[in-house]
């Protein structure tokens, strides 16, 4: 009963907090915009300004940005893999309560559960136009669309850049083949037989609810993007409306590097730089539109691809040490800090302060009530939030974020969504370890770990020695963090706004321009059904 009490004091906490933030006193009546970018496994190393030492340039504008605004050196991702990460982002609340604990399939049927309430669809009742650019992986048919989940547009690819085929695939590990010749398409779902490639069904481009363009053509993706951001950005300013962008970018996940790059070595620092030549293009536009009134976002969505090897970004210092002794990895699917710690900027003209970093605990979660007090908007009060509102952090030069932190289990050892790893402070609590795969395919052994391991990351950042069990700093340290996860795990069992993902497949729920053609192509110079944007829509959702 008194853990109860407490946690429904918290909420009630977090709720006055969002009302004390409203609009009007953050500096005036007018409602701000905002854009987050989020990028696809980058590396908390990948980050220049976080690494100065390195003398490297593959990100000058998010450099400048940083420069201008204020960088979260201490930011995590909700999760260690793509969906997870994605669902807590839009609706503030961890794998466990909002149902999306794994990632969804080319051929789900379903996504984010309906039950959930997410950001866009807040901003948009309060009159923000909103506009999603990039991969979404929260469910591609019917009512889990994007266009059904709050965004008023949306151009991109409904999942990874991975899940489906191109004529010229992007750098892989394997290497994936191109889109197959003519075969019956009743195989389509099929997977190559290099492990890991979907070679059946082409990978689509999706404006609104129609695919317009099956296999797209990657490699003017970057273009694509940046000519629906920075019209969305110049078009709300004509209308005096103000807008939320989130821009999803995938050139990370599968390196975009030119075409036949020369340099292997060099192929995912020249797909940074393309993310970071994108992310400069969108600043730009809002500086020279509305930009004292934009908020810039940017953050990851989890660490690097470790078993990517060559193609996978940097984790800096997060090294994971005491796993990576033990074979297996300690990035993406993993709860080392490797995984979840996340290079992240935030950007305000005239009110961030410039040339700022914060060392605040802080969360993917905490975007959206962040979003929303800042917009004066109440989140609605029949569910309970993981998030914080941040706002104090970003304009106040605030230094106090979460009391505790988790991390679940992506896709490592034991049930998706678990609470595997707990923060406190400079304290770090693993309970479960190993499974996720490393560069060379080693996994590490599974291993439960009760006492658990326990790090002091002020003094071991490359988590490889844990502390002593004897002595008296781990035995309150361990008391503290065990009774607050016992504590929150109670709030979940006893949360009847729990959601549960649906997770079924079925073949025919995968995007299909036209199932009578190999890959499901549309080709502009033989079929009635032209899949160009130059041409005809040729195939809208279900």
Known sequence: MAVGFTLFLLSGMLMCGLLLHKVSQHGGSKKPNFIVIL?????????????????????????LMAEQGQRLTDFHSPASTCSPSRAAILTGRYGLRNGVTHNFAVSSLAGLPLSEVTLPQLLQKEGYYTAMIGKWHLGHNGPYAPTNRGF?????????????????????????????????????????????CYSKVGLPLIENSSIVQQPLDLWTLTERYKSAATRIIRSARERGQPYLLYLALAHMHVPLAPPLHSDEGRVYAASLQEMDRLVGAVKSASDHTDGDNTLIWFTGDNGPWEQKCQYAGSVGPFMGKWQTSRGGGSAKRTTWEGGHRVPTVAYWPGRIPANTSSSALLSGMDVFPTLLSLA?????????????????????????????????????????????????????????????????????????????????????????????????????????????????????????????ADYSTDASAAPCCDPEHTVCRCDPEHTVCRCDPEHTVCHTLS
Request: hydrophobic share 30%; with cysteine.
């Open 152 to 196: 008023d547009y949306y151009l991109g690819i409904p999942y990874s850049n991975d899940m489906g085929c191109t004529d010229i695939p992007g750098y892989n590990l394997p290497q994936c083949p191109p889109c197959e010749s003519p075969e019956p398409h009743v195989t389509r779902l099929k997977r190559s037989a290099r492990g890991g």
């Open 376 to 500: 004066g908007v109440t989140p609605p009060s029949d569910r309970r939030y993981d998030g914080i509102d941040a706002t104090d952090v970003l304009l106040h030069g605030e230094q106090t974020g979460h009391e505790f932190l988790f991390h679940p289990n992506s896709g490592g050892a034991r049930e998706f969504g678990d609470l595997q790893t707990v923060r406190s402070g400079k304290h770090k609590a693993f309970y479960i370890t190993g499974a996720a795969e490393a560069c060379g395919g080693a996994t590490g052994r599974e291993q439960l770990h009760d006492p658990p391991l326990i790090f002091d990351l002020e003094v071991d950042e490359s988590e490889e020695t844990p502390l002593d069990t004897e002595t008296l700093e781990y035995q309150a340290v361990a008391q503290r963090m065990a009774r607050r996860r016992e504590e929150l795990l109670w709030d979940i069992a006893n949360d009847k706004s729990v959601s549960a």
């Open 39 to 63: 990028a696809d496994d980058i590396g908390w190393g990948d980050l220049d300004a976080n690494q100065p030492d390195e003398k490297r340039n593959n990100t000058p504008h998010l450099n």
